[in-house]
């Protein structure tokens, strides 16, 4: 890529300024055009009458990160990136090409538009280092033509208070702690620091930039999407250390006489169990509320175990994949995380962009280490980069794969093997759509 370039100013010699396809240019968006692309934006995700969201959009710009297809001076595709930190299992963190924003005009389909930026945006991330790139999939089958593969889940929960009948007995406690609802200023301040101790134990998880607490406390407003004041409480333990908080809505329904409000829970986090133990026992307590909505949780939250009755837990509709992960530098993205068991696995990946491709021998110490190199051994087994991209932070397994023809097993048991080595004690999760 070429130099970072400010305001207007354009960097003539950037690789991301393309020749046309078929009279279509695709090059990097200069700050003071945003107004145009953001249209394309929104027509792409087919808000046909909204206000601009240009000035927000000029928040999230950066040199070189936002690319747009011009016909004829008419922007008909976007694309935005920008890097992340992500956490990996054992708690280490790799940096990630975030990829956002990507919209093909009705009218340009099927011009290989996407292909194009997508492919520069992969070649400049790979040179910055980024271990791996992650997006969020609109659609489940466009992304793993360019290597991502699902590697986190969405999953919420249904409650029914009244069949619940609460949380069970013999719950962990915390002894001194205390709970209290904050204006939104509290929660931006409170909130950032606390989700930066979170992320770091919750494999998959991304950070939350200034501009993410600004939007979700209202503090920045965007044209299209209605923002609500949600109410927000705080978990303090008893030196006054913030070690959890809820962020949750309450829709005002009665039922002739009787209240029947739904609360629904947008943000949880909690650093211990019995934090998060108290922190629901207070969302299943608001006054007039008969059912709660858990929007998205991690796949393997104990949350319907903590209830007096867990039947009362049933999933929430959109319970589906959710981040998408491509790996760009095997040996940068293996050697960042921990293993389940010792032991040595050998991978043959295919990967036609050529960024994982080749023969990788992941060995595990007892201590849980890993290291992964290029290896002539034979391969136990073969793979393609999107198969390695779901297996990567634990989210899915090597039989499951294997079951669905998606890894193939090149010695008996393999995938089982395989599988001792990858697995996390905590299931991949990130919360946060970008």
């Given at each position: 890529?070429?130099?970072?370039?400010?305001?207007?100013?354009?960097?003539?010699?950037?690789?991301?300024?393309?020749?046309?396809?078929?009279?279509?240019?695709?090059?990097?968006?200069?700050?003071?055009?945003?107004?145009?692309?953001?249209?394309?934006?929104?027509?792409?995700?087919?808000?046909?009458?909204?206000?601009?969201?240009?000035?927000?959009?000029?928040?999230?710009?950066?040199?070189?990160?936002?690319?747009?297809?011009?016909?004829?001076?008419?922007?008909?595709?976007?694309?935005?990136?920008?890097?992340?930190?992500?956490?990996?299992?054992?708690?280490?963190?790799?940096?990630?090409?975030?990829?956002?924003?990507?919209?093909?005009?009705?009218?340009?389909?099927?011009?290989?538009?996407?292909?194009?930026?997508?492919?520069?945006?992969?070649?400049?991330?790979?040179?910055?280092?980024?271990?791996?790139?992650?997006?969020?999939?609109?659609?489940?089958?466009?992304?793993?033509?360019?290597?991502?593969?699902?590697a986190t889940r969405g999953h919420g929960w249904n409650i029914d208070l009244l069949r619940a009948r609460g949380l069970r007995e013999g719950l962990p406690?915390?002894?001194g702690g205390r709970i209290d609802l904050v204006r939104m200023e509290e929660l931006r301040k409170v909130g950032s620091e606390l989700h930066d101790r979170?992320?770091?134990?919750?494999?998959?998880?991304?950070?939350?930039?200034?501009?993410?607490?600004?939007?979700?406390?209202?503090?920045?407003?965007?044209?299209?999407?209605?923002?609500?004041?949600?109410?927000?409480?705080?978990?303090?333990?008893?030196?006054?250390?913030?070690?959890?908080?809820?962020?949750?809505?309450?829709?005002?329904?009665?039922?002739?006489s009787y209240p029947n409000c739904t609360l629904t829970v947008v943000d949880f986090l909690a650093l211990d169990r019995g934090t998060a133990a108290e922190?629901?026992?207070?969302?299943?307590?608001?006054?007039?509320?008969?059912?709660?909505?858990?929007?998205?949780?991690?796949?393997?939250?104990?949350?319907?175990?903590?209830?007096?009755?867990?039947?009362?837990?049933?999933?929430?509709?959109?319970?589906?994949?959710?981040?998408?992960?491509?790996?760009?530098?095997?040996?940068?993205?293996?050697?960042?995380?921990?293993?389940?068991?010792?032991?040595?696995?050998?991978?043959?990946?295919?990967?036609?962009?050529?960024?994982?491709?080749?023969?990788?021998?992941?060995?595990?110490?007892?201590?849980?280490?890993?290291?992964?190199?290029?290896?002539?051994?034979?391969?136990?087994?073969?793979?393609?980069?999107?198969?390695?991209?779901?297996?990567?932070?634990?989210?899915?397994?090597?039989?499951?794969?294997?079951?669905?023809?998606?890894?193939?097993?090149?010695?008996?048991?393999?995938?089982?093997?395989?599988?001792?080595?990858?697995?996390?004690?905590?299931?991949?999760?990130?919360?946060?759509?970008?």
């Amino acid at each position: 890529m070429g130099n970072d370039v400010d305001g207007g100013t354009r960097d003539p010699g950037s690789a991301q300024q393309t020749e046309g396809i078929g009279g279509v240019e695709i090059r990097a968006i200069a700050k003071d055009e945003i107004e145009g692309w953001d249209r394309a934006l929104a027509l792409g995700f087919l808000r046909s009458h909204v206000d601009s969201a240009a000035d927000f959009r000029r928040q999230q710009w950066a040199p070189g990160r936002v690319l747009g297809a011009l016909d004829a001076g008419r922007y008909v595709a976007t694309f935005r990136s920008f890097d992340v930190e992500l956490t990996v299992p054992g708690g280490a963190v790799v940096e990630a090409d975030a990829i956002t924003s990507v919209t093909v005009t009705a009218t340009h389909r099927r011009r290989g538009l996407l292909r194009r930026m997508m492919t520069e945006d992969l070649a400049a991330a790979r040179e910055r280092g980024s271990a791996v790139a992650i997006l969020v999939a609109a659609e489940y089958n466009i992304y793993g033509r360019y290597g991502f593969g699902p590697a986190t889940r969405g999953h919420g929960w249904n409650i029914d208070l009244l069949r619940a009948r609460g949380l069970r007995e013999g719950l962990p406690t915390v002894p001194g702690g205390r709970i209290d609802l904050v204006r939104m200023e509290e929660l931006r301040k409170v909130g950032s620091e606390l989700h930066d101790r979170w992320r770091r134990t919750q494999p998959g998880a991304i950070a939350r930039n200034e501009l993410w607490w600004r939007r979700q406390t209202g503090d920045v407003q965007v044209p299209g999407f209605e923002w609500k004041e949600p109410f927000a409480a705080v978990h303090r333990d008893a030196e006054g250390t913030a070690t959890g908080l809820v962020v949750y809505r309450v829709d005002d329904t009665w039922d002739g006489s009787y209240p029947n409000c739904t609360l629904t829970v947008v943000d949880f986090l909690a650093l211990d169990r019995g934090t998060a133990a108290e922190l629901w026992r207070f969302v299943l307590s608001v006054d007039w509320v008969r059912k709660v909505v858990v929007e998205n949780i991690g796949p393997d939250d104990p949350l319907p175990l903590l209830l007096a009755d867990p039947r009362a837990a049933t999933p929430y509709a959109e319970n589906a994949d959710f981040m998408w992960l491509r790996v760009l530098d095997v040996e940068a993205a293996f050697n960042a995380r921990t293993y389940g068991a010792p032991g040595r696995a050998v991978l043959e990946v295919e990967d036609r962009d050529g960024y994982a491709a080749g023969r990788w021998a992941v060995e595990v110490a007892a201590d849980g280490s890993g290291r992964c190199t290029r290896t002539d051994d034979e391969a136990d087994l073969a793979l393609g980069v999107s198969a390695l991209g779901s297996l990567y932070l634990g989210g899915e397994t090597a039989p499951r794969l294997a079951a669905a023809g998606l890894v193939t097993e090149l010695r008996p048991g393999a995938a089982a093997a395989a599988d001792l080595l990858l697995r996390t004690p905590l299931l991949a999760w990130n919360p946060d759509n970008f």
